[in-house]
């Protein structure tokens, strides 16, 4: 069963860095991409960023040069690099795989993990 493990979250101060990852078993090598999400309190769930295994990278515009997304083939595992957060980035983030062939319909989401920026 395939299944996706994030780990990464906390409390930080505004102008702060965190680093979330998301670890993905099950997959055989099958061919994916992985996108991250979040979901403020009160707000529907968003897209953030998303990666392919050209290692193409899209993001929010709010995020652009800020956040940074990667992932490693060897490893499963997928990051997000937040640098330079705002109290508006607080949310639940969550990371979410679609297996090949790719039509922006996730296939398996993470647990989820708070980021929380206080002022």
């Known amino acids: 069963q395939v299944q996706l493990v994030q780990s990464g979250g906390g409390l930080v101060l505004a102008g702060e860095s965190l680093r979330l990852s998301c670890a993905a078993s099950?997959?055989?090598?099958?061919?994916?991409?992985i996108g991250w999400f979040r979901q403020a309190s009160g707000k529907e769930r968003e897209w953030v960023a998303g990666?392919?295994?050209?290692?193409?990278?899209t993001y929010l515009d709010s995020v652009k040069g800020r956040f940074t997304i990667s992932l490693d083939g060897a490893k499963s595992t997928s990051y997000l690099q937040m640098n330079r957060l705002k109290p508006e980035d607080t949310a639940v983030y969550y990371c979410?795989?679609?297996?090949?062939?790719?039509?922006?319909?996730?296939?398996?989401w993470g647990q989820g993990t708070q980021v929380t920026v206080s002022s």
């Open positions: 979410a795989l679609e297996f090949a062939p790719f039509d922006f319909e996730y296939d398996v």
């Open positions: 099950g997959i055989s090598g099958r061919d994916h991409r």
């Open positions: 990666i392919t295994s050209a290692d193409t990278k």
